[in-house]
């Protein structure tokens, strides 16, 4: 089955650049009809939808993060980063990484946690 893991620094400091990757094995990120989302739950809150690359490498951002997110590919090494500019310490979450189709996401990594903290 298809597994992704997600990997970076646990700690960031405010106004920096948050840099995550999710690593996928079992399936290839260009396989037609999925997207590759990232997505995130601060402490005590909700899942929050941040962006995806679809199959095709066409990225969709949340509105309310658009300006902050960017979302890349590597197929060689069958990858996709997120990148979260300028965080704040409302940024601290839980992160994941999915795959997704119609709407549900089907397959999760297991999430890292990230502190945004001086």
């Known amino acids: 089955q298809v597994q992704l893991q997600e990997s970076g620094p646990g700690l960031v400091k405010p106004s920096q650049t948050l840099s995550l990757t999710c690593t996928v094995s079992n399936g290839s990120i260009t396989t037609h009809g999925y997207y590759w989302s990232w997505i995130r739950q601060p402490p005590g809150k909700g899942l929050e939808w941040m962006g995806a690359i679809i199959y095709l490498g066409s990225t969709y951002y949340s509105p309310s993060l658009k300006s902050r997110t960017s979302i890349s590919r590597d197929t060689s090494k069958n990858q996709f980063t997120l990148q979260l500019s300028s965080v704040t310490p409302e940024d601290t979450a839980v992160y994941y990484c999915?795959?997704?189709?119609?709407?549900?996401?089907?397959?999760w990594g297991q999430g890292t946690q990230v502190t945004v903290s001086s």
């Open positions: 999915a795959r997704s189709i119609s709407g549900y996401s089907d397959y």
